[in-house]
Structure formats: structure tokens, C-alpha cells
């Protein structure tokens, strides 16, 4: 898992300089994916890898709320739910299930604090119904939708996804199919956005030079 640490002055420092991506290096800030993965080849995808059940996912949630709807129109930015255990795959399916009924908003922060402050058991079919019911979902409807081919598909493709990315733990972020932040980051939550937009630039320079 994600350790949170102190932030690392000299990285803070050369963000603030305005040379994050060339400050950047394989192996210390980002980890390469091989063989990257294919993205939208129109913009910079970045992907946020997490589970509910992950309590550093809790805390970085906020963070990255606010952090996304700075992102530049060049930037598409997708979240995708990992299965490292059995019990996270209920909530994996929970946000695909809240994504298609238009109720994602609204509900995936209080999916986390179900989870983490509340101590909601939502590590099955059972528990996730019971939940989504108590905030106002039709139970049929979501039992329905939860147990779709959509939704189903969708969790397979996220844990193929995972696969592809060699994901070893969470929170965790791709940019551009190939660069990936390193599971022991040393740094606080918003040094780690810091170094995604770093990500975002570096991808953006390649672009520049194709």
C-alpha cells in the first residue's frame, strides 16, 4: 500500500521551479509500464487506480476531487476499481453499479465513508445492496443493474486493466499508459498530484515532438 510520508523538499522544489517533467526519473519518481498500454491516442489519459476498502484511497479522495477539475481539456482522467482480495470485488462492482444508474456523484464519497468512518460491512452483494437501498436506490434496480453483462464487464476490464499496468498497490496512477507512480512514494497526498501533473507534462513534451 501507499505509505504517506514526509514530503520531499528537493521534489516539491524543482515542481515550483517549473521543471517537474524534466526533473523527473525512471525508477525514483515513475515506474515504466512494459510494453505500455494503448490510450486515447486524442488526449493524456491519466488513471487513478483504487478500492474503497483502501484507507489511503479515503484520505487522497478529496484531494483528488478538487485536484481533477483543474486538469487541462488535453487531459482525460478515468478511475478504475482494483480486486487485490475476494472482498474487494463487491465494491468494484459498487461503483460501475452507481456509475450506470447516474448516482456516482452523489454516492462515491459516501461509499468511502461507509466504509471507513461509518463501518459499513460492504465487502458483499448483500452489503452493497442493503447500502444503496438505505440512500435511496430502488432495490430491484440496483440489484438489476448490479448483476448486468454492463457492469460485470466493466469489473473484468478493470481487473484486466489492473493486470496490464502491473498495479502492486493503491492509491496508484498512470499517465499516458506508460508512466506509473511508484507504490513507495515519499511524499505527502498533494505531492503526489504534483507529480501526476509532472506526468502529464512529460507525456505532453513527447507529444510535442512527434
Known amino acids: 500500500m501507499l505509505k504517506k510520508l514526509f514530503v520531499l523538499t528537493g521534489l516539491l ?3 515550483a521551479a517549473g521543471g517537474a517533467s524534466a526533473q523527473l526519473k525512471q525508477g525514483k519518481d515513475f515506474d515504466l509500464i512494459s510494453p505500455a498500454q494503448p490510450t486515447d491516442k486524442g488526449k493524456i489519459e491519466v488513471i487513478e487506480f483504487f478500492s474503497y476498502m483502501c484507507p489511503h484511497c479515503d484520505h487522497i479522495d478529496p484531494f483528488v476531487n478538487k485536484w481533477s477539475k483543474t486538469l487541462s481539456k488535453d487531459v482525460s482522467f478515468q478511475r478504475f476499481p482494483v480486486v487485490f482480495r475476494p472482498q474487494w470485488e463487491a465494491p468494484a462492482k459498487l461503483y460501475y453499479t452507481l456509475d450506470a444508474l447516474g448516482e456516482l456523484e452523489k454516492l462515491h464519497p459516501a461509499a468511502f ?26 432495490r430491484k434496480k440496483f440489484t438489476d443493474t448490479y448483476n448486468s453483462f454492463a457492469v460485470q464487464s466493466k469489473a473484468q476490464g478493470s481487473k484486466q486493466k489492473q493486470g496490464g499496468y502491473g498495479i502492486p498497490g493503491v492509491p496508484a496512477f498512470v499517465v499516458a499508459g506508460k508512466y506509473r507512480t511508484p507504490d513507495n512514494f515519499a511524499g505527502d497526498f498533494d505531492a503526489l498530484l504534483k507529480l501526476v501533473d509532472g506526468l502529464v507534462a512529460k507525456a505532453r513534451a513527447e507529444q510535442g515532438k512527434k
Request: hydrophobic share 50%; charged share 25%.
Open 13 to 15: 522544489l524543482a515542481f
Open 113 to 138: 465513508a461507509a466504509i471507513h468512518r461509518e463501518h459499513t460491512d460492504l465487502a458483499n452483494e448483500a452489503g452493497v445492496t442493503n447500502w444503496a437501498v438505505k440512500k435511496g436506490i430502488d
